[in-house]
């Protein structure tokens, strides 16, 4: 049995690409609106960091939710799993990296200040979990975002011939 797939694979191809310009611009626009001369940097370091985390995580994911038509409810769906993947990843280093740096007694590191104090020794604080449960979750509704303009771009696939649902 030959089952023609919604999406060919330079859709899939142009979906992944889209997907890492639209997080590379959605994430660094703030910084790039508040000073100008930061996106070249932004660009050079920015771009390739995205396009690799985009073909890491979120290009077998767009594989296999583009077997069936993409609805844009899995499409919002898909965008939030690709940015919670990366956003655990991002927070499973990030918080090795400061157990690493709480395990050096010739180091006092402290991020933040006042009642502000994000971070002691390495160590999140009640205040620096919270800050950065509230950016994984604009993250996440980012990546949301993005799965929903991507959805926009590619459609919604071409239906089968003998696919009940046409």
């Not at 844009?72 to 690493?100: E, Y």
């Not at 009642?115 to 509704?141: K, M």
């Amino acid at each position: 049995m030959n089952q023609q797939l919604p999406y060919s694979k330079s859709d899939i191809r142009r979906a992944t690409n889209l997907s890492a310009f639209l997080g590379w611009t959605f994430f660094c626009a703030p910084a790039a609106w508040a000073n100008p001369f930061l996106l070249p940097w932004l660009a050079v370091i920015g771009l390739p960091i995205s396009y690799i985390l985009c073909w890491a995580f979120g290009a077998p994911i767009l594989h296999r939710l583009a077997r069936k038509p993409i609805t844009w409810v899995k499409a919002a769906l898909g965008g939030a799993t690709i940015a919670a993947l990366m956003a655990i990843l991002s927070i499973l280093i990030g918080r090795f990296n400061g157990w690493r740096i709480s395990q050096n007694p010739n180091f006092s590191s402290t991020l933040g200040g006042g009642e502000f104090v994000r971070s002691i020794d390495g160590i999140l604080t009640p205040y620096g979990w919270w800050v950065l449960a509230q950016n994984t979750f604009a993250f996440v509704l980012l990546g949301m975002c993005v799965g929903l303009l991507v959805r926009a771009m590619i459609g919604k696939g071409k239906v089968s011939s003998n696919d009940p649902a046409s």
